[in-house]
């Protein structure tokens, strides 16, 4: 009899702690409740603002992948990613992206001139990037580029 008179104190409990949780959820915390539940925009970098839809997923790939070393625009120099979709074909900046050894093995001549024009370091590009997400940097870099502030 003390055991049943125990486990439904418990269990009593554990509901009377339950409903507490979710009614500081739900009613105190409102606010942050529909924050986390909501999908949140992309922060964009630099102060950029309304992109293209496909660039969504570039503005991710270039502020987590890139931003550190590379700049949207500026002088071209070292780093510089300013008029590469002028200059580099898209199946290029694939391969160079993803695997930049492959290319330097092949001798490619582009890459031989990048790297006589801003020199060679020790960093060189391997990604596993799809042609979409590629796609998605060049377009993101190509509005900031025509859009800056």
Do not use: W
């Amino acid at each position: 009899m003390i055991k049943r008179i125990t486990y439904g104190v418990i269990f009593g409990s554990v509901l009377i702690i339950t409903g507490v949780v979710f009614l500081c959820v739900f009613i105190v915390f409102p606010d942050k409740l529909q924050e986390v539940l909501t999908e949140k925009e992309p922060v964009f970098i630099c102060g950029t603002s309304n992109p293209p839809q496909k660039s969504a997923k570039g503005i991710e790939i270039m502020s987590t992948n890139c931003a550190a070393c590379h700049k949207v625009n500026g002088d071209l120099g070292n780093g510089a990613l300013k008029g590469i979709d002028k200059n580099y074909s898209a199946a290029f900046l694939m391969g160079y992206i993803n695997n930049e050894d492959s290319l330097i093995k092949t001798n490619n001549n582009i890459v031989k001139r990048l790297h006589k024009k801003y020199g060679e370091n020790d960093y060189k590009h391997k990604n596993e990037f799809t042609k979409g997400e590629i796609e998605s940097l060049i377009s993101y870099i190509v509005f900031y580029q025509n859009n800056r502030k």
